[in-house]
């Protein structure tokens, strides 16, 4: 069972930048599908970026050009780095991972990311 952990949120303004890291446990890792959900007050949870065991990167139509998640396998890490903030990208930001012969994804416990001035 993999286990994740995130940090990196915080509270920046419209126009700011972040980055989020996120360590996981488990040997399975490097071939994991890794993932970026967020979850904002009233909303569904939806998922921004994943990325492949290859590197293949896939983002919602929202955040391309503005965030890019990347991974580190020997650190058994993921990042999200997020530039352009927006007001509307205030949410609970999970880092997630799943198999890749799987659709259930595993969360870790959140960050929260507020942009406002």
């Known amino acids: 069972q993999v286990q994740l952990m995130e940090s990196g949120g915080g509270l920046v303004q419209p126009g700011g930048s972040l980055r989020l890291s996120c360590a996981a446990s488990g040997s399975i890792f490097s071939r994991n599908v890794m993932g970026w959900f967020r979850q904002a007050p009233g909303k569904e949870r939806e998922l921004v970026a994943s990325?492949?065991?290859?590197?293949?990167?896939d983002y919602t139509d929202s955040v391309k050009g503005r965030f890019s998640i990347s991974r580190d396998n020997a650190k058994n890490t993921v990042y999200l780095q997020m530039n352009s903030l927006k007001p509307e990208d205030t949410a609970v930001y999970y880092c997630?991972?799943?198999?890749?012969?799987?659709?259930?994804?595993?969360w870790g416990q959140g960050t929260q990311v507020t942009v406002s001035s």
């Open positions: 990325i492949t065991s290859g590197g293949t990167t």
């Open positions: 997630s991972t799943r198999s890749p012969w799987s659709t259930i994804w595993t």
